[in-house]
Every structure is written in structure tokens, then in C-alpha cells.
């Protein structure tokens, strides 16, 4: 077994399995954890003894995202930190993608933003009752990144769009109806199930389902299938300002709450947001990727609302960011344009 204190890693009669290992810190992403990842990924799939991967967390999490705090706590001053950060996380998400043999995720737990990237790219994602699934970057002044542009606009009607502006909070059924995931299954059968992985043969992709088949069930109704007609109407709308409006008019408990949400994220974030998902939905994943990392690498250039979002959320928890600007009307179409530019420093190369 090779091992460090942040991500342990293993091969267990064909299975490669990966484990994160910072429970304190819900299994957040720093730059050594991917590139430890994608390298050992790397080795794995030119491997013929390793048949199948698996990803799991330690402790309440599966992934809780990536580590932004420390990204932070440098300013922009230190953006080639971040930039640094996000090209290995990026290339990591992309070997995810283009891993040629079974990947199986256990999203046991807390699972958001980076969490997403680690898992959702592969080939299988095992959801539990402890499942909690999010991308919320619009609260911290960022974007829902990770291929966050590739997964969200081809969910089930404008669900990755209602995700990924109000940041909202889902269980496993919610997952399954929207299209994020392969299976549910109850958290005490997942000891089993890797037992099952460990000791058949695991050398398709077939094989795989026919294991997860014994073990998993049926979940919960998905609760948002009540409201996926609001959704699909307000955030089937043309801008953001026409979404806010929209759910404005709505009399709904539903709706009010989707507008509170968003009223309360970044407005450049928003904007952001809505044009990353359409272009998105044209783009395969490399290209989304790329588009990602020339955004994240604009807001990590300048003192912008991703300083002040993460500083807010998750250092000062005061929960109180002063967005820049503070009104939609006054995030320009000019400025939203700027972010999708080459990063200076040059394309992300996968």
C-alpha cells in the first residue's frame, strides 16, 4: 500500500483503489492530492494486472471540493498559486474522463464542487443516504468548474442551470432523476460491494453493473420532480434577469426560495454561470475545461468576488460578502466577455 497523510492508494486483486484521507478537512482537493491522483491514474490504466479503479472518502465526506481557503489566503498576488492549483485539478478531471477501464465512485457523504469533478467523470457513482451533493460556487464568487460546463447542461431539462445559479442542495434521489449517478445504494451494503468488486471479475465495464446490480435498490421519490415545472419554465428563460422575473411572478414557496438563493450569490458569478452552461452545452469535456480554466484564471488575476466570497463563507464565516458589483444591471456584457479570453499566462493544455 502507498500512502501519504492526504490520499492513500492501493491494488487489491485487480481493483485500484483510491482513498482521500483529510476528514477534517471533508476530503477538500489541495494541488498535491490531484496531481498524486492523476499520476497514479496515469500508471493504472497502462497496467494490465489493474482491471478497475474505485474512489472513496474517509470519514463524513466524500469530497467537500477543493481547498480555495488556501488559495485565498494569498490574494491575488499569489494567482499563480490558484492557476497552478487549477490546471492540476483540471488535468486530474480530464484523466477521470478519458480513463479507458471501469471508474467506480462511492459518493458516501458530502459531496461538492471538486467533489464532483472526482466522480462524476468516471464510469459508475454509487449514491447513498448520506449522500449531499452540491455546486456552490456561486456562493463563493466563483464558477461551478471541475467540467461543470460539460455535466450540468445535459442534465434533465434546466436542472443543471437551477444547480448551478442557486447552488442548491440535493439527496441521492434528486441525483438519480436529474441524470448524476449510476445507482443507490445503502451506505452499510458498500463494504459488501467492494468485497464483491475485490473478489469477481471486474474487466468491463458489464461486469461492474452486474455487481452494483445485487446491491443496489430503488431510492426515494425524487422530491424534485414536483417542482420540475417551475424549474424548467423560470430557468428556461433567456437571461438571468428573465429568471429573476420569472420566479418573481411565480407564486410558489418553491419559487421564493430559488430566488432568494440566487439574489443572495456573486452577480458577475451569475452571469458567469449562465453564459459558462450554454457555451458548455456545445463543447466536449476538454473544451469545457479549457474555457473553465481561462475564467478561473481572470478571477484569480484581480481582487475580485472569489476573494471576497471565500473570505466571507468560509474564513471569516460571517456569511456576508460584499459582491462587486452589487446590482445585476451593472455586470456588463463587455466584462462577462473577458473572462472566457485566453488566461495570459496561456491555454490549459490536457
Given at each position: ?20 484521507n483529510r476528514p477534517k478537512a471533508l476530503n477538500a482537493l489541495n494541488i ?125 431539462g434546466k436542472m443543471g442551470l437551477y444547480l448551478g445559479l442557486t447552488g ?183
Amino acid at each position: 500500500m502507498t500512502q501519504n497523510e492526504e490520499v492513500c492508494f492501493k491494488v487489491k486483486s485487480g481493483l485500484g483503489i483510491i482513498r482521500l484521507n483529510r476528514p477534517k478537512a471533508l476530503n477538500a482537493l489541495n494541488i498535491n492530492m490531484c496531481r498524486l491522483i492523476d499520476e497514479k491514474l496515469q500508471k493504472w490504466q497502462e497496467d494490465d494486472a489493474v482491471k478497475a479503479a474505485l474512489i472513496e472518502g474517509g470519514g463524513r465526506a466524500f469530497c467537500a471540493g477543493g481547498d480555495v481557503k488556501s488559495l485565498v489566503m494569498g490574494g491575488p498576488e499569489n494567482a499563480a498559486a490558484g492557476q497552478a492549483f487549477f490546471q492540476a485539478e483540471y488535468k486530474m478531471n480530464a484523466r477521470i474522463f478519458h480513463f479507458p477501464k471501469p471508474y467506480i465512485a462511492i459518493l458516501d457523504g458530502v459531496t461538492m464542487g471538486g467533489g464532483a469533478g472526482i466522480s462524476l467523470h468516471g464510469s459508475h457513482q454509487i449514491v447513498t443516504e448520506n449522500t449531499l451533493f452540491a455546486m456552490p460556487e456561486s456562493s463563493i464568487g466563483l464558477i461551478p468548474d471541475v467540467g461543470g460546463s460539460y455535466f450540468l447542461p445535459h442534465l434533465v431539462g434546466k436542472m443543471g442551470l437551477y444547480l448551478g445559479l442557486t447552488g442548491a442542495r440535493i439527496r441521492a434521489a434528486d441525483m438519480l432523476y436529474m441524470g448524476l449517478g449510476s445507482a443507490f445504494m445503502k451506505a452499510e451494503k458498500i463494504t459488501d460491494f467492494k468485497a464483491a468488486l475485490i473478489e469477481e471479475d471486474i474487466s468491463s465495464g458489464e461486469d461492474i453493473d452486474r455487481i452494483i446490480a445485487r446491491f443496489a435498490e430503488a431510492p426515494e421519490d425524487a422530491a424534485l420532480d414536483e417542482f420540475r415545472d417551475i424549474i424548467d419554465a423560470a430557468f428556461g428563460e433567456e437571461t438571468v434577469e428573465d429568471i429573476i422575473d420569472h420566479l418573481e411572478a411565480v407564486d410558489h414557496g418553491f419559487a421564493r426560495a430559488a430566488l432568494t438563493d440566487i439574489q443572495g450569490k456573486s452577480k458577475m458569478s451569475l452571469k458567469l454561470i449562465f453564459e459558462q452552461l450554454r457555451r458548455g452545452e456545445g463543447l466536449d469535456l476538454n473544451d469545457c475545461l479549457k474555457m473553465e480554466y481561462n475564467i478561473v484564471s481572470h478571477l484569480t488575476s484581480v481582487q475580485s468576488d472569489f476573494y471576497r466570497g471565500v473570505r466571507a463563507v468560509l474564513i471569516d464565516k460571517t456569511n456576508n460578502p460584499k459582491w462587486q458589483p452589487e446590482r445585476l444591471e451593472d455586470v456588463s456584457s463587455a466584462s462577462v466577455a473577458d473572462h472566457f479570453k485566453i488566461a495570459s499566462e496561456g491555454e490549459l493544455i490536457l
